[in-house]
Nanobody, 125 residues
Framework: VQLQASGGGLVQAGDSLRLSCATSGLAFRDLIMGWFRQTPGKEREFVAAIPWGGGYPAYADSVKGRFAISRDRAKSTADLQMNSLKPEDTAIYYC???????????????????WGQGTLVTVSS
């Protein structure tokens, strides 16, 4: 199984970025795809998650209304559209995959089995 995150970069506050997580080798049954982020000295933080087979996505309160997670079954990717970016969104963003997570567990990184290598997002003020 491989997860490859891409799309990070340096942007200004208010700009948009779209991250993509390319997957290979994953079983799609009962799959949950998630995005997390981490900054130096801080714990990893949940950002968003979506059931691959359909259903409502979950978001951290800090990104609700600004970020949107989606999955493309044809391309086997899970994307994170980030709008109205703020300096506090600066972090390394990681995509993750897990199976058979109940909704209350979707925000907890310890329940995800597979992780990508991360992509850096820097938002300048």
């Amino acid at each position: 199984v491989q997860l490859q995150a891409s799309g990070g970069g340096l942007v200004q506050a208010g700009d948009s970025l779209r991250l993509s997580c390319a997957t290979s080798g994953l079983a799609f049954r009962d799959l949950i795809m998630g995005w997390f982020r981490q900054t130096p000295g801080k714990e990893r933080e949940f950002v968003a998650a979506i059931p691959w087979g359909g259903g409502y996505p979950a978001y951290a309160d800090s990104v609700k209304g600004r970020f949107a997670i989606s999955r493309d079954r044809a391309k086997s990717t899970a994307d994170l559209q980030m709008n109205s970016l703020k300096p506090e969104d600066t972090a390394i963003y990681y995509c993750a995959a897990g199976h058979r997570l109940i909704r209350s567990s979707m925000k907890n990184g310890q329940y995800y089995t597979y992780w990508g290598q991360g992509t850096l997002v820097t938002v300048s003020s």
